[in-house]
């Protein structure tokens, strides 16, 4: 059964750090791409980050550029997001999600049950 | 603002049939496929349609997806009260470098 289990969240103040984690079970960790989605209380869907699965393409929406930075070590099945000078703004349910493709599609069909990030002095 | 264009909400009553549109542009529905996302209350997002028209394994064959240009619908037909969610489009934007989402659309059964 694929799982994929956020961790790391939390209250942090403007300017602040932390770092998210997304382990994954279930599947071959090192053969899929993989995204960071947030959602912002009582708000839609917002694409944050992808990194492919060699770690050789990474891409971020330009809302974070700058200030976060994914990553994954293969080994361990992990995924992470460094963010740096957070913002009230950035205060969201940080979802991971794995990328499978077919159909001449990509798409996510895995996603993780979520970690809150609240940014607040 | 999202870069994807959805109605805020729709609604209907159990048995009838709904669609909700999702309106981008060339440089993403026009030139890309896309993928439909439920959300159900205080869950996660569940892949519902990819590439346009194609259902995962185990989503009733009662929700189905179309695109035509730089837009694109999902229908939901015989409408149930456990589908009362939020319906997000997606689709890889080639200008963006990234996926955009729509704004999502609020599925009330009445």
């Known amino acids: 059964e694929v799982q994929l289990v956020e961790s790391g969240g939390g209250l942090v103040q403007p300017g602040g750090s932390l770092r998210l984690s997304c382990a994954a079970s279930?599947?071959?960790?090192?053969?899929?791409?993989m995204n960071w989605v947030r959602q912002a209380p009582g708000k839609g869907l917002e694409w944050v980050s992808y990194?492919?699965?060699?770690?050789?393409?990474?891409y971020y929406a330009d809302s974070v550029k700058g200030r976060f930075t994914i990553s994954r070590d293969n080994a361990k099945n992990s995924l992470y997001l460094q963010m740096n000078s957070l913002r009230d703004e950035d205060t969201a349910v940080y979802y991971c999600?794995?990328?499978?493709?077919?159909?001449?599609?990509?798409?996510?069909?895995?996603w993780g049950q979520g970690t809150l990030v609240t940014v607040s002095s | 603002q999202s870069v994807l264009t959805q109605p805020p909400s729709a609604s209907g009553t159990p048995g009838q049939r709904v669609t909700i549109s999702c309106s981008g542009s060339?440089?993403?529905?026009?030139?890309?496929?896309v993928n439909w996302y439920q959300q159900l209350p205080g869950t996660a997002p569940k892949l519902l349609i990819y590439?346009?028209?194609q259902r995962p394994s185990g989503v009733p064959d009662r929700f189905s997806g179309s695109k035509s240009g730089t837009s694109a619908s999902l229908a939901i037909s015989g409408l149930q009260s456990e589908d009362e969610a939020d319906y997000y489009c997606?689709?890889?934007?080639?200008?963006?470098?990234?996926?955009?989402f729509g704004g999502g659309t609020k599925l009330t059964v009445l």
């Open positions: 999600a794995r990328e499978n493709y077919g159909g001449n599609s990509y798409y996510f069909d895995y």
């Open positions: 279930g599947f071959t960790f090192s053969s899929y791409s």
């Open positions: 990194i492919s699965s060699s770690s050789s393409t990474i």
């Open positions: 060339s440089s993403n529905i026009g030139s890309n496929t």
């Open positions: 590439s346009n028209n």
């Open positions: 997606a689709a890889w934007d080639d200008s963006l470098n990234g996926q955009v």
